[in-house]
């Protein structure tokens, strides 16, 4: 256990489909991130959000909207998906985002899209 | 830009053979680097990491890695590897001028009993 989790844990959803990705954390820290992580590919960074505010969109499709509540809190709207989005996707925190901080992850969502 | 390469993205290795796997990071100042480790079905957690100082560094389950900043390298090692080191391993790269992580694509390592 890491402090943070995301539920669900596995999602099949349909291209109309719109599910939301929930992640949250314990530890206090202040900022939150989201990943996806494909087969044979890095790890990519999706969103970062400092104290609530989003600081990083690295050209994420707008079919992926983020949404950051409360500093230990974290969503990921996704509605008209493609197949190729199937992926496992992670979310991290750490006490603040610069190089020198830990970055803590959940266990991830593994999301289908058929 | 920063980036990582992982030499091996499959590695097979039997129990008590030693192991190092290869990252390289493109940046030219300043970096701290990482090691995350995936075990089957759970979450990233992390291995080791550099900040500064000596450039040998000891993580967990005696793992460690060495930066040798003229090879811009970070290569993971563990002298007897154990069944239970079966996982994927991330090295990942920040720089001082960034604030998020770059990750390399993983290295699979194997280890049969």
């Known amino acids: 256990e890491t402090g943070v989790t995301q539920t669900p844990r596995h999602l099949v959803m349909g291209m109309t489909n719109k599910k939301s990705l929930k992640c949250e954390q314990h530890?206090?820290?202040?900022?939150m991130y989201w990943y996806k992580q494909s087969a044979k590919k890095p790890l990519e960074l999706m969103f970062v959000?400092?104290?609530?505010?989003?600081?990083e969109n690295n050209s994420v499709p707008s079919r992926f909207s983020p949404e950051c509540p409360n500093s230990s809190h974290l969503f990921l709207h996704l509605h008209t998906l493609q197949p190729e989005d199937s992926a496992l996707y992670l979310c991290?925190?750490?006490?603040?985002?610069?190089?020198?901080?830990?970055?803590?992850f959940g266990p991830g969502t593994r999301l289908t899209v058929l | 830009a920063q980036s990582v390469s992982q030499h091996n993205h499959h590695v097979i290795l039997s129990e008590a053979a030693s192991l190092e796997l290869g990252c390289n990071y493109s940046y030219g100042g300043t970096v701290n680097l990482f090691w995350y480790v995936q075990y089957p079905g759970q979450h990233l957690q992390l291995l080791l990491k550099?900040?500064?100082?000596?450039?040998l560094v000891k993580g967990i389950k005696g793992f460690e890695a060495e930066f040798i900043k003229s090879k811009f390298s970070f290569n993971l090692r563990k002298p007897s590897v154990q069944w239970s080191d079966t996982a994927e391993y991330f090295c990942?790269?920040?720089?001082?001028?960034?604030?998020?992580?770059?990750f390399g694509k993983g290295t699979m390592l194997l280890v049969s009993p």
């Open positions: 991290a925190s750490s006490q603040e985002p610069v190089s020198y901080n830990e970055q803590f």
């Open positions: 959000y400092n104290f609530k505010e989003q600081t």
């Open positions: 990942a790269v920040i720089g001082s001028g960034y604030s998020t992580l770059t």
């Open positions: 530890l206090g820290h202040n900022a």
């Open positions: 550099y900040f500064s100082g000596d450039p």
